[in-house]
């Protein structure tokens, strides 16, 4: 089994920032690519930010210059830091991962969510 576990989601004021967490455990071969999404009410799931395993990033283009994505490999873990916050990015904000159970058996799985809410 494999799982990813989000974390640091909350309430932050607007400009304020939030830095969310997700790592991948169980039975991993590899990872592949991993993102985020996230899903306000009423909308579609979209995708917020994406990391390569060779670490190539790419970016929705509403959290351009205020959103960064990393990834550490050897804790299997991504994370999401979020600055200059805005109303409009509040959402369920979801972690997705490209992962090898063994060689040439790639799965896509997705953390559970984690609420972020920006807000006076």
């Known amino acids: 089994q494999v799982q990813l576990v989000e974390s640091g989601g909350g309430l932050v004021q607007p400009g304020g920032s939030l830095r969310l967490s997700c790592a991948a455990s169980?039975?991993?071969?590899?990872?592949?690519?991993m993102g985020w999404y996230r899903q306000a009410p009423g909308k579609q799931r979209e995708l917020v930010a994406s990391?390569?395993?060779?670490?190539?990033?790419d970016y929705a283009n509403s959290v351009k210059g205020r959103f960064t994505v990393s990834r550490d490999n050897a804790k299997n873990t991504i994370y999401l830091q979020m600055n200059s916050l805005k109303p409009e990015d509040t959402a369920v904000y979801y972690c997705?991962?490209?992962?090898?159970?063994?060689?040439?058996?790639?799965?896509?799985?997705w953390g559970q969510g984690t609420q972020v809410t920006v807000s006076s």
């Open positions: 990391i390569t395993s060779g670490l190539i990033t």
């Open positions: 997705n991962a490209d992962i090898l159970r063994s060689p040439g058996a790639v799965f896509g799985y």
């Open positions: 169980g039975s991993i071969f590899s990872i592949n690519a």
